[in-house]
């Protein structure tokens, strides 16, 4: 089996990673996996999983661990398969500690490995700022600030996570689309070199 990398894009609502993530994917041979945008589709098509999933969604909470895991999983195999796929972003998993050690185990057993994982930061107001002018469902304001708690109690423990397996690479969001993005293809080299 070939060797994957893993490009890992953590960071609050609206801090940018699906907008990077997507730049990202053009550059590089990779796919982007979208958590949210796969849940979304699944939401709207009503699938068994958009069923399960979509009362999580339209109240900002997050959606069961199994459920995402299972996702994730089924995703990674997936692209094993694909010759032509040199590597994955992923945005919007892990969330949890329970999601990363999931991913942990997945990776031990395939030939894949982590390259970095990506914190874009960015002011609690500039967040605000930007969220209300995108329109999605959970996008009102009482919806953003419970997303924006959930990402702190539950999602910002991965970064000491990820420190502590000298993974992280924390990046100034609060910059223009294309500072943040060589910014972020910076952070990388200096990890390839
Ligand atoms: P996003 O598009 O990344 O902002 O995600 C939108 C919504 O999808 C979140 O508010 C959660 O309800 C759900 N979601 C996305 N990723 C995950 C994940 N890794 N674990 C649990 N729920 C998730």
Redesign the pocket.
Known sequence: MKSLEVLIFLGP?GSGKGTQAEILTAKLNFSHL????L?RENIKNKTVLGKLAAR??SS????PDEL?IDLMDSYIMNIKNQKEISGIILD????TIN?AIALENKIKQLDVNIKSVLNLDIPDQKILNRLSGRGRE?DKPELIKN?LEVYRNQTEPLLEFYNDRSLLDSINGDQSEADVSSSIINAIKAEVA
Do not use: C
Request: proline share 10%; glycine share 16%.
């Open positions: 609502p979208s958590v949210g945008d849940l999580y969604v900002g909470e997050l959606v995402i919007g998993f892990p969330r999601q959970d997303r």
